[in-house]
T-cell receptor
Framework: TQLLEQSPQFLSIQEGENLTVYCNSS?????LQWYRQEPGEGPVLLVT?????EVKKLKRLTFQFGDARKDSSLHITAAQPGDTGLYLC?????????FGTGTSLTVIP | SQTIHQWPATLVQPVGSPLSLECTVE??????LYWYRQAAGRGLQLLFY??????ISSEVPQNLSASRPQDRQFILSSKKLLLSDSGFYLC???????????????FGNGTRLTVT
């Protein structure tokens, strides 16, 4: 079993603030995905990063894959209440997808 | 696109009773299928995955088993439930005829299992 640690576990911020979520592992992954999950639903894919050092932007969200493909970060600029949810990273190796420990984000209006 | 059907949505079962959760997939053929368990507000633990009919790989030793009797059907079972089996169970599908490394895992809406 591969372990991916996310930090922080919980984050509560005011609308308009910036934040960064980290996903760290000692394992190398062929790709890394970020998902967002709402209560009572399955996770939904936000982005996939494949190349070490890759940076992808999705509106106010910026994703980076570490050079060694062991870690990743998610940065949100000017957070909005609609960003509230559980953020999960997932590392892919072979046929398996291993998920991180999760970061629960609450954005207060 | 793929659609994952899971049922039931919620289930309350006594300790020692059997379990059968079913997952079916539409919109793809020969997908990889996965069962995950999730504690409240936490990440997903990979329980089983399958690359084809009758092919099951287990990630962790546990009280559960999985079967794939048809290409788009994945079943999670237990003969006798334990209190520790409580959790949110998610079925996921990956891969289709156009899949690439950018393809997502497609999830069902999960089953909330409470063992009492």
């Amino acid at each position: 079993t591969q372990l991916l640690e996310q930090s922080p576990q919980f984050l509560s911020i005011q609308e308009g603030e910036n934040l960064t979520v980290y996903c760290n592992s000692s394992s190398v992954f062929s790709s890394l995905q970020w998902y967002r999950q709402e209560p009572g639903e399955g996770p939904v894919l936000l982005v996939t990063v494949v190349t070490g050092g890759e940076v992808k932007k999705l509106k106010r969200l910026t994703f980076q894959f570490g050079d060694a493909r062991k870690d990743s970060s998610l940065h949100i600029t000017a957070a909005q209440p609609g960003d509230t949810g559980l953020y999960l990273c997932a590392g892919a190796t072979g046929n398996q997808f291993y998920f991180g420990t999760g970061t629960s984000l609450t954005v207060i209006p | 696109s793929q659609t994952i059907h899971q049922w039931p949505a919620t289930l309350v079962q006594p300790v020692g009773s059997p379990l059968s959760l079913e997952c079916t997939v539409e919109g793809t053929s020969n997908p990889n299928l996965y069962w995950y368990r999730q504690a409240a507000g936490r990440g997903l633990q990979l329980l089983f995955y399958s690359v084809g009919i009758g092919q099951i790989s287990s990630e962790v030793p546990q009280n559960l088993s999985a079967s794939r009797p048809q290409d788009r059907q994945f079943i999670l079972s237990s003969k006798k439930l334990l209190l520790s089996d409580s959790g949110f169970y998610l079925c996921a599908s990956y891969g289709d005829t156009r899949s690439s490394y950018n393809s997502p895992l497609h999830f069902g809406n999960g089953t909330r299992l409470t063992v009492t």
